[in-house]
């Protein structure tokens, strides 16, 4: 399983990004997908979660209502989009994978086994 994140960069507080995670070599549609943000000097924290089946989403609340989570399984991607960015946005993203989870999604970083390089968001003025 190899991911592929990308469409990080830096924007001004209160714009818009949207955050890729491309598959390769799997169908992402079968797998749990996560993502995760590690601020400099912080702790890796999980940021939105989706599921395989029903496509049931999970978010953190400092993210809730600013970020969607969606699939499209034609690109086999996942995106995250991320408007109404804040300074406490800037962070290295990260998607992550799994297949064992049945139909539920999860926001612990140690229950995924596949992890994408990471893509950088900084939101600055």
């Known amino acids: 399983v190899q991911l592929q994140a990308s469409g990080g960069g830096s924007v001004q507080p209160g714009g818009s990004l949207r955050l890729s995670c491309a598959g390769s070599g799997v169908r992402l549609e079968y797998y749990a997908i996560g993502w995760f943000r590690q601020a400099p000097g912080k702790e890796r924290e999980g940021v939105s979660c989706?599921?395989?089946?029903?496509?049931?989403?999970q978010y953190a609340d400092a993210v809730k209502g600013r970020f969607t989570m969606s699939r499209d399984s034609a690109k086999n991607t996942v995106y995250l989009q991320m408007n109404s960015l804040e300074p406490e946005d800037t962070a290295v993203y990260y998607c992550a994978a799994d297949s064992s989870f049945g139909g539920r999604a999860s926001s612990a970083a140690a229950d995924y086994s596949y992890w994408g390089q990471g893509t950088l968001v900084t939101v600055s003025s």
């Open positions: 989706i599921s395989t089946t029903a496509g049931n989403t």
